[in-house]
């Protein structure tokens, strides 16, 4: 059964505009989560965390946010640049175990 | 700059034929994972390792193999390919209370 899921396979947005994009999981162990950013025919690079302990982090463009009582994370991309335009995995993991990966999100930034 | 290495990006090969796929990282990572990525299925795990001579068996061993006889080389192992294990293979390490450093992934195709 997944433990991570994403439910939307796509999203399209405008350059400019805002990209949220949805994270659920059923483990109530997990204490770290990841977002991760892969082109077709790279591996997935890292993009940002979040520990348990937070219910936000931001670096740049990107925030990450953790509603645990909803078991449920988002990532935001403000501005959307074109270059965003990748599949972006959640994933999340028990301390010190394996991480546990959605099935991705196809973000597509319209010029 | 942490690296894990995947020594081949495209690979062609033939339904029953044994094949190894290598993956090397610099970082004296413990931990290190083998996943598969499919569309739509999103990253599952297939074997992971937490030392030199250690495996274990992730969601989707069947079919699979390992080998960790060096701390910095951890091999996928494909006993007799089959047409199912056409997929893009990636290889992370990790290092505890971080997340995974993954290469640049490995197209496989089985014909």
């Known amino acids: 059964d997944q433990q991570v899921k994403q439910n939307s396979p796509s999203l399209s947005v405008q350059e400019g505009r805002i990209s949220i994009l949805n994270c659920d999981y059923t483990?109530?162990?997990?204490?770290?989560f990841l977002w991760y950013k892969k082109y077709p025919a790279e591996g997935p690079t890292f993009l940002i965390s979040?520990?348990?302990?937070?219910d936000k982090n931001e670096d740049g463009r990107f925030t990450v946010f953790l509603n645990k009582s909803a078991k449920h994370l988002s990532l935001h991309i403000v501005p959307s640049q074109p270059g965003d335009s990748a599949v972006y995995f959640c994933a999340a993991s028990e301390p010190g175990n394996q991480f546990y990966f959605g099935t991705g999100t196809s973000l597509t930034v319209i010029p | 700059d942490v690296k894990v290495t995947q020594s081949s990006r495209y690979l062609v090969k033939r339904t029953g034929e044994k094949v190894f796929l290598e993956c090397v990282q610099d970082m004296d990572h413990e931990n290190m994972f083998w996943y598969r990525q499919d569309p739509g299925l999103g990253l599952r795990l297939i074997y992971f390792?937490?030392?030199?001579?250690?495996?274990e068996k992730g969601d989707i061993p069947e079919g699979y193999s390992v080998s960790r006889e060096k701390k910095e080389r951890f091999s996928l192992i494909l006993e007799s390919a089959s047409t199912n294990q056409t997929s893009m293979y990636l290889c992370?390490?990790?290092?505890?209370?971080?997340?995974?450093?993954f290469g640049s992934g490995t197209r496989l195709t089985v014909v």
């Open positions: 390792s937490y030392d030199v001579k250690m495996k």
């Open positions: 979040i520990s348990s302990i937070k």
């Open positions: 992370a390490s990790r290092d505890l209370g971080d997340g995974y450093t």
């Open positions: 483990n109530s162990m997990f204490d770290y």
